[in-house]
């Protein structure tokens, strides 16, 4: 379904099934992430020892595509947790161990499955339960970044770190507003700290909130005065057709901001269509025991910023 969505001819590697070739859900994530991460360094001509510290996250009970993944590489590793923002927090982590002088390469990455989610999360899809049309869509893929203290076209020029927000949403089938909240505090958090605006970027892009998300938010911004013009979007849209597949409300998944990031943004930066991008990646924090004892989501969205630097 990806291959088939907006991104499909802009991804490196596409598999045919959901199982990916592997015998479970979970193994066919493990060669999501491991495909993803041998492109990765193959585009950087490096080896897996060249990278001094990994940080990666997934969806699964203890991380368990992320564990299961670097057992393998005997690499220095940060396993972090942070739901659907992994991807922003996982850069961010990288752009400090780096600033710091603790590494001078390090990798963030970031898997999900949909399989895999749901059936930790609400149903296994095999039980075909019938979803709200506000249930968002968990990406199936993986994506990598390598960060270096050499020059490119693009740097990481700055990280938000966001705080946990929770409006007392308790419905894990409408995620996306329960995630909004979080954004939006995250961003405005941004721009106070940073002195800038909507002005100061060619595009402010959030993780996964997909429609209905994206809608909250952009109520958010309004209700403060505040014109988003075009430039909010929101990756839980760009990697499926919402017009023609049958995703529900849009995207979701530590995947989702991901590889929308890698296939859609970093295109445009380096062809020079972009020079500033905040990227918001979200997370819905919920624990699915405590959902069912009728607690609500708490939720959290880290940003950081790209900017192309020869422009």
């Known amino acids: 379904m990806e291959k088939q969505g907006l991104l499909g001819g802009q991804l490196d590697v596409v598999f045919d099934e959901i199982y990916c070739g592997e015998k479970t859900y979970e193994m066919a994530e493990r060669r999501l992430l491991s495909a ?49 923002s992994a991807s922003t927090v996982s850069s961010a982590l990288c752009g400090i161990l780096i600033e710091g002088g603790f590494a001078q390469k390090a990798c963030a990455f970031a898997s999900s499955h949909n399989a895999t989610a749901e059936r930790q999360f609400r149903y296994p899809n095999e039980y075909g339960i019938q979803k709200p049309d506000t249930t968002t869509f968990t990406v199936t893929g993986a994506g990598a970044i390598c960060f270096s203290n050499q020059k490119s076209k693009i740097r990481l020029a700055s990280a938000t770190i966001g705080k946990v927000i929770d409006f007392g949403f308790k419905n894990v089938n409408d995620m996306g507003s329960a995630m909004a909240p979080a954004a939006f505090d995250t961003i405005m958090t941004h721009f106070k700290n940073t002195d800038t605006s909507f002005d100061d970027y060619d595009l ?57 990031t890698i296939a859609s943004i970093f295109p445009k930066m380096i062809k020079g269509e972009f020079k500033r991008v905040l990227v918001a990646a979200t997370g819905a924090l919920l624990s699915p025991v405590m959902v069912q004892q009728k607690d609500s989501i708490p939720c959290i969205s880290h940003c950081v910023v790209y900017e192309r630097t020869d422009l």
């Open 36 to 84: 993803a991460v041998d492109v990765m360094l193959k585009k950087g001509n490096l080896k897996a020892s060249d990278v001094d510290c990994y940080v990666g996250s997934d969806l699964i009970n203890q991380l368990g595509t992320a564990h299961y993944f670097m057992k393998h590489m005997e690499q220095s590793f940060f396993g972090v947790y942070a739901a659907c």
């Open 204 to 260: 402010v892009i959030t993780g996964d909130l997909s429609k209905v998300g994206h809608s909250v938010l952009f109520d958010l911004f309004r209700s403060k005065g505040i014109e988003t013009d075009a430039k909010l979007s929101d990756c839980g849209l760009l990697v499926y057709n919402l017009n023609e597949q049958p995703v529900f409300s849009g995207g979701s998944g530590c995947a989702c901001s991901m590889i929308a």
